[in-house]
């Protein structure tokens, strides 16, 4: 089992519905990263988190350390959301990250 | 300085060459970490350095992989006697000395034939 899992592995909705990626992890962490990547490779941070919630724009993104969970929220959703949604943590003790497969998401217009 | 820097973007080469990337982190961040991304999964860690020391490598570094930060600001990733399994998107990020978020390059997307 991987330390990190992602869900839905592939999401396709359309335009304006509101979306929920879903991350667990089975380590200690120190934070959780929520990451955005295009095709081509360039990967963008979205959130860092340690506890609670954290609110970018249409984004939003929360986590809750008890039950070693995180969600990514995108509201009104538009064609120029899709891409690899990426759940990263920073294991306790580490410095590198260990990240989960990703969510390839596509919103339709 | 808007970001980090990986060169080249692409690279092909035969079986059995040396290959060498480059990555410059922004300029005020001390901690830089190479990652590498094979088709459809998420990145895997592969070596990080604080300054000029590389301080913790991944299992999957093998002899042929070597990593150096030699002033502690571009790093360079090697790989010699390149294998197919060596195909992969090597990724470079860069985070402030108290870590606050990492900042990810473009990537080199190696291609072994």
């Known amino acids: 089992k991987n330390e990190v899992e992602q869900s839905p592995q592939n999401l396709t909705a359309q335009e304006g519905e509101f979306i929920t990626i879903n991350c667990s992890y089975s380590?200690?962490?120190?934070?959780l990263h929520w990451l955005q990547q295009h095709p081509g490779g360039g990967i963008v941070s979205l959130f860092m988190?340690?506890?609670g919630k954290k609110k970018h724009g249409r984004l939003i993104a929360t986590i809750n350390i008890q039950e070693k969970h995180s969600s990514l929220h995108i509201t009104a959703s538009h064609p120029r959301d899709s891409a690899v949604y990426i759940c990263?943590?920073?294991?306790?003790?580490?410095?590198?990250?260990?990240f989960g497969k990703g969510t390839h998401l596509i919103i339709q217009p | 300085d808007t970001g980090v820097s990986q060169d080249p973007r692409h690279k092909i080469t035969k079986r059995g060459q040396n290959v060498t990337f480059r990555c410059d982190p922004i300029?005020?961040?001390?901690?830089l970490y190479w990652y590498r991304q094979t088709l459809g999964q998420g990145p895997e860690f592969l070596t990080y350095?604080?300054?000029?020391?590389?301080?913790?490598k991944s299992r999957l570094l093998s002899d042929r992989f070597s990593a150096e930060r030699p002033k502690g600001s571009f790093s360079t990733l090697e790989i010699q006697r390149t294998e197919q399994g060596d195909s992969a998107m090597y990724l470079c990020?860069?985070?402030?000395?108290?870590?606050?978020?990492?900042?990810f390059g473009s990537g080199t997307r190696l291609t072994v034939v």
């Open positions: 990020a860069s985070s402030l000395r108290d870590y606050y978020g990492y900042t």
């Open positions: 380590v200690g962490i120190s934070a």
């Open positions: 988190l340690s506890s």
């Open positions: 990263a943590v920073r294991r306790g003790g580490a410095d590198g990250l260990t």
């Open positions: 300029s005020e961040h001390n901690r």
């Open positions: 350095f604080q300054n000029e020391a590389q301080l913790e």
